[in-house]
């Protein structure tokens, strides 16, 4: 079965930067897209991002982008999320998910899920 672990969550002010990271195991990289959502306090679980690991194409929400960078580590079976010019409303649990090759950003395209990392942004 996948395992995913996300990390590099916590607390960083306004226009600021953060690197998350997904590591996933026990998969064949390239038959996955690997996605990162977010969950903030009451609202919906959204998806902000994702790669497709075997042709490199990338989605990304509208209020992310210009701001996150997503990218993909074959060797490392990793995926990275580097947000910039990062705002309070992006306070949110992230969650990274694998799902089938066609996944984009809709939460139910994906079949496996890490653990979230809480990332916080104070104005």
């Known amino acids: 079965e996948v395992q995913l672990q996300a990390s590099g969550g916590g607390l960083v002010q306004a226009g600021g930067s953060r690197r998350l990271s997904c590591a996933a195991s026990?998969?064949?990289?390239?038959?996955?897209?690997i996605g990162w959502f977010r969950q903030a306090p009451g609202k919906e679980r959204e998806g902000v991002s994702c790669?497709?690991?075997?042709?490199?194409?990338?989605y990304y929400a509208d209020s992310v982008k210009g701001r996150f960078t997503i990218s993909s580590d074959n060797a490392k079976n990793t995926v990275y999320l580097q947000m910039n010019s990062l705002k309070p409303e992006d306070t949110a649990v992230y969650f990274c998910?694998?799902?089938?090759?066609?996944?984009?950003?809709?939460?139910?395209?994906?079949?496996?899920w890490g653990q979230g990392t809480l990332v916080t942004v104070s104005s």
């Open positions: 998910a694998a799902g089938s090759v066609g996944a984009k950003l809709g939460r139910y395209e994906y079949d496996y």
């Open positions: 026990d998969v064949t990289f390239d038959d996955y897209v």
């Open positions: 790669i497709s690991n075997s042709s490199g194409i990338t």
